[in-house]
C-alpha cells in the first residue's frame, strides 16, 4: 500500500471547535467527503478508508459531539443538524477541498442534505447509506417520534423508546440481525460510541438532535426537488435488516434520479461493520466513474 493511502488521524480548529478527521490520500480540491451516523463516528469508515485513498483523497470527520471532535455542553452550542453541517463545511473549506462526492447515512444525511442544498454546485456525486429523505422510509418505528415532535410533552417523551442507554447505543448494531450476523458485529464498536456519548451533557445534546430531526423531515419535498433539479449520480446502499429505516427508502430514491445504483446487503442499520470490503469495491468504482463523467463533461 502506498505510504499517501494510509489513514492519518488529524484535528483542525473551525469556527471555534475542535474536529477531529481522518483522511487518506493525497489530499486535493476535489475529495470523498463520508460522513457517520449515530451513535458513531469517522472510526466506521476505518476499513473503507485506506481502500479509497489508493485513488482518492478521501476525507472523515467526526461531527461535533460525536467520536473525538468537541463536544460542547447544550447551554452553550446550538445542536442542531444546520449548526453540525455549518461546522463541516468550514472544515472542508479549511482543507481547501471544493467539491466532493458526498456520503451520508442515518443523522448525517439531514448534514449533508443541508450541505447539497446550500451549495448543489460542490456535489459531485450522492451516496446514501441507510440515510431516509422520504416517507417512505419512516415506517411505524417513528410513530412515537412524530407524536412527540407534534406535542412534547412528558407523557410523550416517556413513550419513546429508550435509545440513549448503553443498550440503545448496541442495538444500533445488533437489531434485527440473525446471530450468525450479530457474531460479525466487533464489540468495541458500541463501547467506543456509550464512551463517547456520556462525555458531560451529550445525552442531551443528541435527545436535541433528535428532536431536531422533525426538520429534515419537514425538508423532504425540498430535497425531492433537489434531486430532481440537479440529478447527482447516486450509489444507494442498503442494510436490509434495517429496523430504523424502511427499505422502501430505496425505491423513493428509484423515483427521483435519472442516475442511480442500489445495493442492499444482508445487514443492519449499521453494516459497514460486516461489509466494509463490498462497500469499498462499489464505492471505488462509482466515485471511479463520477469523477471520470466529471473530468469529460
Known sequence: MRHAAKTRHLFR???????????????????????????????????VLPVLGEHFYTVAPDMPGFGFSDAPPPDEYEYTYERLSEAIEALVDDLGVRRYVLYVTDYSTPVGYLMALRHPERILGLVVQNGNTHEAGMGETWDTARRYWAEPTEENRAALPDWLTFEGT????????????????????????????????????????????????????????????????????????????????????????????????????????????????????????????????
Open 13 to 47: 480548529d473551525v469556527g471555534g471547535l475542535r474536529v477531529h478527521y481522518r483522511e487518506t490520500g493525497i489530499p486535493s480540491s476535489t475529495a470523498v467527503l463520508l460522513l457517520h451516523g449515530f451513535p458513531a463516528s469517522s472510526h466506521s469508515f476505518r476499513a
Open 170 to 297: 448496541r442495538d444500533q448494531y445488533l437489531s434485527g440481525l440473525s446471530p450468525d450476523l450479530q457474531a460479525l458485529q466487533p464489540r468495541e464498536t458500541w463501547h467506543l460510541d456509550w464512551e463517547r456519548l456520556t462525555r458531560p451533557g451529550n445525552v442531551e445534546a443528541h435527545f436535541q438532535l433528535f428532536v431536531d430531526y422533525q426538520h429534515h423531515v419537514a425538508r423532504f419535498p425540498e430535497i425531492a426537488a433537489f434531486h430532481r433539479e440537479h440529478q447527482p449520480p447516486c450509489l444507494v446502499l442498503w442494510g436490509r435488516h434495517d429496523v430504523y429505516f424502511d427499505i422502501a427508502e430505496v425505491l423513493a430514491y428509484h423515483e427521483e434520479m435519472e442516475t442511480l445504483e442500489a445495493h442492499i446487503y444482508d445487514g443492519g442499520h449499521l453494516f459497514l461493520e460486516t461489509h466494509a470490503a463490498e462497500v469499498a469495491e462499489q464505492l471505488v468504482a462509482f466515485v471511479g466513474d463520477v469523477l471520470d463523467a466529471a473530468r469529460t463533461g
